[in-house]
């Protein structure tokens, strides 16, 4: 069992900066990418970013490409989405998923095999 608790999330303004935080624990917890997927109300969840189990490798999603970073500390079984340059476009629910998968890209995230609860990320303006 892998479970997934994200963190800070909240209201910015066009163009402000958000990091947010995935908390991962488990036995296992290792072994797994990490995606950041985002689903906006009334749409499908969709891939922002992931990265590999070992951190090294990173996949963004080219609208954010550029204003958001992917990163891993594995000592603190943290994974970070730091997002810059933020767009109202960029108002959704934020999960981070775990997957032994790689890459995640070409997989549906509803296929992920965990996931966190979500966090809001607001940007208005």
């Known amino acids: 069992q892998v479970q997934l608790v994200e963190s800070g999330g909240g209201l910015v303004q066009t163009g402000g900066s958000l990091r947010l935080s995935c908390i991962a624990s488990g036995r296992t917890v290792g072994q797994y990418s990490i995606a950041w997927t985002r689903q906006v109300a009334g749409k499908q969840r969709e891939f922002v970013a992931a990265i590999s189990r070992n951190g090294v490798w990173t996949n963004v999603l080219n609208s954010v490409k550029g204003r958001f970073t992917i990163s891993r500390d594995n000592a603190k079984n943290t994974v970070f989405l730091q997002m810059n340059d933020l767009e109202p476009e960029d108002t959704a629910v934020y999960y981070c998923?775990?997957?032994?998968?790689?890459?995640?890209?070409?997989?549906?995230?509803?296929?992920?095999?965990?996931w966190g609860q979500g966090i809001r990320v607001t940007v208005s303006s």
């Open positions: 998923a775990a997957d032994q998968a790689w890459p995640l890209w070409p997989k549906n995230p509803a296929e992920y095999e965990y």
